[in-house]
């Protein structure tokens, strides 16, 4: 495990950032392709990461002046280096905790989060500091995973095992990988309106080749990568684990199936 | 349990009719919206039931001509009287086992099978059954659940716990509750080429009132109507029953939210 001043579930090795851009660029339309911000909107990405998402957001809405800001600096400086080898001008990137943003209330005419509210012990304290960013009228778009919403053939419960490992462990860390189901009752809660939610789902079998692909190289890397940042033996026995691992990429193979199912919720801040 | 000769796990009551309608009729556009027949072809629904899809269907094909079979004469003089009620001309019902239906190789142009497979212990014969009535070139449409796709919050074990007792029950009568992963393999394994499956996605929330009473009236209801018609008593007890039915409807409640995905597959029979 490399040294890591902010524990994250998934690390922040080379590979991790390869799979998380080919995540973001694999799931782009899937995910983004109804976000679209106002040319002169300023916009706050909450945890930008590599930035794998920041590149899509920015191209998507090119005339909108994006503030991504994440905790690691190491993070940062990958996503600045990806900003720039992708020519993209409109993000300024910032280091900050999201709890204690450098920010001015009311500042910003629209927030993003993705892939974020999972890996934090209170997700709901999070969404009430971004309410408090947006003006009045601005909106807040939030993706998150659920990982109870894996569906796979053949079923196994080895494969359910390795994955209930990685949601153990996110969950020792304080986050909780089956969060996409709450994003209703969260935003509600922390006091935005107009919530809507809407589920977006990956269907994998081998007609779909490139989706197949995805599993194999997002999901399943994802669950296998947990194993190289915490330590697993209490949880899972290694043959349990190889079993599952196995079991995981036998879904990929010419008649396995595989669902996902990841949901974005778009809520707005009213005025008073 | 009433006197049955052709045992289905959601038995035939007239309140089980009532909820086989309302949930046709309020999953027609998600299920139905893509399929339709030319006029003049000729189409086999096999295991009508009571006829909920079979409106839809004729309603959707007005120049198709259907001919919709059941094994239980019980459910087709129900179907027959309903399709009488909505006005439709284009259907033809024959009481038929569809193991041994009294009907010419390739006489059909297509096929349409709902929520059928599921509850038969060799669906992949039925479907080869199914293929030598087909014309070549002929397709085949075939839509199923899954219950395994479940998702809600709050999360609960004892939901789970009800739900997996439907799931065994039907399991013990020769079925699987969680076939809709397996279209993928059964469609190929069946001798259909070009298949593609999607998936049917439904997700309710309380901004979502229509879907979260669709929750209520198709799902729960489902899930507690197999108490009528099993015994449960060394799958799960009373108090466990309770608590896991109560924690079903509470995830219809205002902060609640509730996934369920159907799966469609269509699949061509290729000439030689």
Redesign the interface.
């Known amino acids: 495990m490399e040294p890591n001043l902010h524990p994250y579930v998934h690390g922040r090795s080379d590979r991790e950032s390869e799979r998380l851009h080919y995540q973001a660029s694999r799931l782009a339309g899937l995910l983004h392709w109804d976000t679209h911000y106002l040319p002169g909107n300023r916009v706050l990405e909450a945890a930008c990461g590599v930035g794998a998402q920041t590149v899509i957001l920015a191209e998507n809405s090119p005339g909108a002046e994006f503030v991504s800001v994440d905790i690691s600096p190491e993070s940062l400086a990958r996503a600045d280096k990806r900003i720039r080898t992708e020519g993209v001008k409109n993000v300024t990137f910032r280091q900050g905790d999201i709890f204690h943003l450098p920010f001015r209330k009311e500042s910003f005419d629209h927030v993003f989060i993705c892939f974020l509210l999972e890996h934090l012990s209170n997700p709901l304290l999070a969404l009430e500091k971004m309410r408090d960013l947006l003006k009045e009228g601005g909106t807040i778009t939030v993706i998150e995973g ?1 990982h ?2 894996a ?3 053949p ?1 196994s419960r080895y494969a359910h095992q390795v994955i209930d490992c990685l949601v153990e462990i996110q969950r020792q860390m304080g986050g909780n990988a ?1 969060i996409g ?2 994003l ?2 969260l935003l ?2 922390a006091g935005f309106t107009e ?5 977006r ?1 990956v ?1 994998a ?3 779909r080749p490139e989706n197949i692909e995805g599993v194999r190289n997002i999901f399943i890397a994802m669950v296998e990568g947990v194993r190289k940042q915490a330590p697993t033996g209490s949880l899972i026995d290694a043959e349990t684990w190889e079993k599952g691992i196995r079991d995981l990429y036998r879904t990929t193979e010419k ?3 595989f ?1 996902y ?1 990841f949901f974005k919720a778009v809520g707005v801040k009213e005025g008073r």
Request: charged share 25%.
């Open positions: 659920d109870g919403s569906l796979f053939y079923d089956m189901r709450e209703w009752h509600n809660d919530v809507t939610v809407s589920p789902q269907y079998d081998s007609s008649d396995g199936a669902s199912t």
